[in-house]
């Protein structure tokens, strides 16, 4: 009776199942696949190949403290330092092939779309030359326009007939377009409940932690295509509802007293402290960029929506766009600061994060810290620093607040 | 003799003064110049526009305005682009190619709009997938968008007249520099490692139709020579070979690169284009072509085997990898080229480098080392 379960528990044994289905699906002999996180999945789960997804496996093995082994081996290999943490764990988890956090069957074939970046691409290369293994490769250009290209959008349609024809090879079964609306749909519903839910926290007090938001991401990820998914958002977004209904925050203890956007992937080896820090001055994080990233909208049987769709990954998008969304978060969200996480992995990100801060602060006025970490190597965050500049954060928003209650807010 | 030592000094002198040297160029041309950045770019209609296509492959200079927009661990060639673009270097560019071939140049594509918002800028973004019809079309679209650009900016039209001229134009220069870099393979003595990168490299700023005359006529004369020998005989693979400090220890060494798969010299022009069709299918196709570079997707990854055949066809005696720090691509390459050339027996050479780099020791130790190991 999945519908006596609390969102929680729900999203718990969801994991669980995702897991242990792939693990059992190799041992049957079926194929595996490897993904990233914004892929057109759709593809996949209509051949009924059963996916993993590297970055959220890397994500679970850092946020149990299992990454230094993995990171170790990889760098034996050659992997320089400076490359994605998400990567190195995941090449050095094809050689030892066990951790005590988590275990994924090798994969049969991987699928990669470059909506997210560039060393996803290089990473998957590598994986494929590695396990000698086909690649299906979903490349969507960089728009460095704001709206998505024309003619991008023909040359990605034009890899989806592509790449479900090099499926249907690797498979050796037809493809079923009939599956394939029906999964379109269960997929467009599951990202429409994933930010309804997320949108929750608009409300003042927020019914959502984003910290929680971290966890259901897992889902989002790893399986999209899937009517439990679809499910388990609707659960958590009518829970949240009924919070907020009540005027519940997000803790059961303490009172949200800041709003903030945190910017970035999280710092999954030192997800406590980094939440605890916020908690402890009652900063919640009620948004990122995370709930855009999967709102992945179309209509049913619309391969060119499709492809815009997944084109318009915010990661793959020019600054004007990446600076528009964050001050719309900025207005809807009454947020009191940003948080941006400088992932030493996401050179993406980064390289963009000075400019993006500039002009967010000059749109708006609200503060802003930058911090040093990484999404799974333990090595660059500093405990210190993290809280020094939370700290800092904290003593700007109360100016302001200040400020505001004066009057003289600009 | 002379007219060949008068070329090498020249190119020399031309390749250490790129801002003097393109200042040169335009006013010898008559031509106002556009800025390429790495990795590709469609010189070619650069070129047919008009224009004179000059490389910006960063240099070695100190960086603080950058600082405003890029972190200490991105790629010090971008890092000195936006720092030179900020400081007015590039003031005198008509406009900026640039390719978004890595995350870090779609970071800087984003940059330059507002670090140096004088110089227009086009971005130019491959297909990762040029193999399929799809991809080829896209790219042929994607050129078709840069020519009406460089029109705009030129204010007149490029005909297809314009564009064929330049394209068998750049496959002359291409067809040149192969035949260069055989012939210095057998002539280490009078090209070493040194000036082999920098004769190539003067061709970022010079005309191609000057620079495809000069660097023949130094071809046609080092055929002429004997084979000279040297103590050791490398490939060196990597973005490119600088700082040239790095190539003065090697030449001290004796030690020649006799073949390069760099992304500034070989890269540009190993590939031969197809023989039939129209200028722009032609670009197309050899881009479609392309093996063994990093920022070309490639899931046969076919560079550590091209590595070892260059090793073989020209007798060398190991591989140097000159690997820039923070570039992404070519790091992701290098386990499984490494992996690969240790299979074979190769020794591998691996040196860090950066634009910014002062001092030499590591380096020198390590290439003595090489160098005592196999000689």
């Known amino acids: 009776m999945e519908n006596a379960l609390t969102s929680k528990q729900l999203l718990a044994k969801l994991q669980a199942e995702h897991y ?93 779309c470059s909506n997210i970046c560039n060393t996803a691409l290089k990473w998957y290369e590598n994986l494929a030359k590695t396990l000698h293994i086909p690649l299906v490769m979903f490349d969507m250009p960089f728009n460095h326009t704001f709206d998505i290209p024309a003619h991008s959008i023909r040359y990605m349609r034009g890899q989806i007939e ?157 600054l004007d766009y990446g600076t528009g969304n964050v001050i719309k978060l900025v207005n809807d969200f009454d947020l009191d600061g940003i948080v941006y996480h400088s992932n030493r992995s996401c050179k993406l990100m980064d390289f963009r994060q000075y400019e993006v801060q500039r002009r967010i602060e000059e749109a708006t006025g609200v503060p802003s810290v930058v911090f040093d970490g990484d999404q799974t190597d333990p090595r660059i965050f500093s405990q210190a620093q993290y809280e020094t500049r939370i700290q800092a954060l904290l003593e700007m928003m109360e100016k302001n607040r200040l400020a505001k209650q004066r009057g003289d807010w600009k | 003799m002379n007219s060949a030592n008068a070329i090498i000094e020249s190119l020399c002198e031309k390749a250490a003064h790129p801002a003097r040297t393109v200042m040169e160029s335009c006013k010898e041309t008559g031509k106002a110049a556009v800025g390429c950045f790495p990795i590709y770019t469609p010189e070619e209609l650069v070129y047919a526009a008009g224009f004179l296509p000059v490389g910006m492959w960063g240099g070695n200079t100190e960086i603080k305005l950058a600082d405003r927009y890029l972190q200490g661990f991105c790629c010090s060639i971008m890092r000195t682009n936006i720092e030179f673009g900020m400081r007015g270097v590039y003031g005198k560019l008509k406009a900026v190619l640039l390719p978004t ?97 920098l004769m190539i490299k ?54 020649a690169i006799v073949a390069d798969d760099l992304a500034q010299e070989s890269r540009q022009f190993r590939t031969p284009a197809r023989e039939t069709g129209d200028a722009i299918s032609r670009m197309v196709w050899r881009t479609a072509d392309m093996r063994g570079c990093p920022f070309l997707f490639e899931p046969e990854k076919t560079r550590g085997e091209m590595l070892i055949d260059l090793v073989r066809a020209h007798r060398a005696d190991a591989v140097i990898a000159f690997q820039m720090k923070f570039c992404d691509p070519e790091e992701f390459d290098y386990p499984i080229y490494k992996a690969e050339l240790e299979e074979a027996g190769i020794p591998l050479l691996y040196l860090e480098v950066e634009q910014q780099m002062d001092s030499f020791n590591q380096s020198r130790t390590r290439i003595e080392s090489l160098s005592e190991m196999l000689i």
């Not at chain 1, 930010?195 to 608009?202: F, S």
């Not at chain 1, 966890?215 to 295509?225: E, K, L």
């Not at chain 2, 995350?103 to 670090?115: F, G, P, Q, R, S």
């Not at chain 2, 005359?213 to 004997?226: D, F, G, R, V, W």
């Open chain 1, 20 to 112: 242990a289905g792939a693990m059992q699906a190799k041992k049957e002999g079926k194929l595996v696949a490897w993904a990233t996180s914004i892929c057109p999945q759709e593809l996949l789960e209509t051949l009924d190949i059963d996916v993993v997804y590297p970055e959220n496996h890397a994500a679970a093995v850092g946020a149990r403290k299992d990454a230094p082994q993995f990171i170790a081996q990889a760098e034996g290999k050659g992997y320089s330092t400076d490359i994605c943490s998400y990567a190195r764990v995941s090449m050095g988890y094809v050689d030892i092939q066990h951790s005590e956090a988590e275990n994924i069957p090798l994969p049969d074939l991987v699928f990669c």
């Open chain 1, 162 to 318: 592509s790449a479900i024809t090099q499926l249907e090879e690797i498979t050796k079964k037809k493809f079923d377009y009939d599956k394939f609306g029906e999964v379109m749909k269960i997929s467009t519903e599951t990202a429409l409940w994933w930010r309804r839910a997320t949108d929750l926290g608009i409300h003042t007090p927020s019914p959502l932690n984003g910290f929680d938001m971290f966890n259901y991401m897992a889902m989002i990820v790893c399986a999209r295509g899937k009517a439990s998914t679809r499910d388990l958002f609707k659960l958590w977004h009518d829970e949240m509802a009924e919070k907020v209904k009540l005027g519940k925050g997000p803790w059961k203890e303490g009172e949200e007293l800041y709003r903030i956007m945190w910017d970035g992937i999280a710092c999954w080896p030192h997800l406590s402290v980094t939440y605890k820090t916020l908690k402890q001055y009652g900063i919640n994080m009620v948004t990122s960029t995370y709930p855009e990233s999967w709102t992945i909208v179309y209509e049913q049987n619309d391969l060119d929506g499709m492809a815009r769709a997944y084109s318009a990954n915010y990661a793959n998008r020019n």
């Open chain 2, 101 to 197: 071939l890595c995350d870090t140049l779609k970071c800087v594509c984003e940059n330059w709009k507002v670090a140096v918002p004088k110089v227009p800028l086009i971005p130019v973004v491959y297909p990762q997938n040029r193999t399929l019809p799809s991809g080829e079309v896209y790219l042929r679209e994607e050129l078709e968008r840069i020519r009406t650009e460089l029109s705009r900016i030129s204010g007149e039209e490029m005909t297809q007249s314009h564009i064929e001229a330049a394209f068998a134009l750049y496959e002359n220069y291409r067809r040149a520099m192969r035949a260069f870099c055989e012939a210095a393979s057998t002539h280490p003595k009078t090209i070493n490692a040194k000036t082999r990168h």
């Open chain 2, 202 to 255: 003067a061709g970022y700023f010079l005309d191609k139709a000057d620079y495809t005359l000069q660097i023949s006529a130094l071809t046609e004369y080092l055929n002429q020579l004997p084979e000279e020998p040297c103590a050791m005989r490398v490939v060196a693979t990597g973005l490119l070979s600088e700082p040239v400090g790095l190539l003065d220890i090697l030449a001290e060494h004796d030690i």
